[in-house]
């Protein structure tokens, strides 16, 4: 996170630092052609040398910077990247252990119910068809869950 905090600051790092650097230079050029003033030229010397030092480096600078800028940002993106596929795959291992379970509780409430089939005949007629009708809704919702799972 310490890097995402580095990342809001670089946009403006990227344009203060070259124009320090052109404010050291100048300075610096003219404090050196003051001391020489009395050489031939070097107040032009002084003018070329602050017109080089004081574009390349700021511009080297200005493009590391603008380069680092970009590679936190593509960091920062491979990281969300990553972090999300991390999360679909946890939810794509939940969801089948999720299903499976509810797959195995189905199967075993139909074979409760099978089991207790044999012991109907003494039963209402009403409370056979009840038992028939959750024994056909257990196994459509097998069907379904199997078909859901399969496509």
Same mark, same amino acid.
């Given at each position: 996170?310490?890097? %995402?905090?580095?990342?809001?600051?670089?946009?403006?790092?990227?344009?203060?630092?070259?124009? &320090?650097?052109?404010?050291?230079?100048?300075?610096?050029?003219?404090?050196? %052609?003051?001391?020489?003033? !009395?050489?031939?030229?070097?107040?032009?010397? @002084?003018?070329?040398?602050?017109?080089?030092?004081?574009?390349? !480096?700021?511009?080297?600078?200005?493009?590391?910077?603008?380069?680092?800028?970009?590679?936190? $940002?593509?960091?920062?993106?491979?990281?969300?990247?990553?972090?999300?596929?991390?999360?679909?795959?946890?939810?794509?291992? &939940?969801?089948? $252990?999720?299903?499976?379970? %509810?797959?195995?509780?189905?199967?075993? @409430? !139909?074979?409760?119910?099978?089991?207790?089939?044999?012991?109907?005949?003494?039963?209402?007629?009403?409370?056979?068809? $009840?038992?028939?009708?959750?024994?056909?809704?257990?196994?459509?919702?097998?069907?379904?869950?199997?078909?859901?799972?399969?496509?």
């Amino acid at each position: 996170m310490a890097a %995402a905090g580095f990342r809001r600051r670089l946009p403006v790092l990227r344009w203060l630092i070259p124009i &320090l650097l052109l404010v050291v230079v100048a300075i610096y050029e003219m404090a050196q %052609a003051r001391l020489a003033q !009395g050489a031939h030229g070097a107040e032009f010397h @002084a003018l070329v040398d602050t017109l080089i030092f004081g574009t390349v !480096g700021p511009l080297l600078v200005y493009w590391l910077l603008d380069y680092l800028d970009r590679y936190l $940002q593509e960091q920062e993106t491979n990281d969300l990247q990553a972090y999300l596929v991390n999360q679909a795959q946890a939810g794509v291992r &939940l969801s089948r $252990q999720l299903n499976d379970d %509810a797959m195995q509780v189905l199967y075993s @409430a !139909g074979n409760l119910i099978e089991s207790i089939k044999i012991y109907t005949d003494d039963l209402p007629p009403e409370t056979r068809e $009840q038992i028939d009708a959750t024994e056909r809704a257990l196994n459509q919702a097998i069907q379904n869950l199997r078909a859901h799972l399969m496509g």
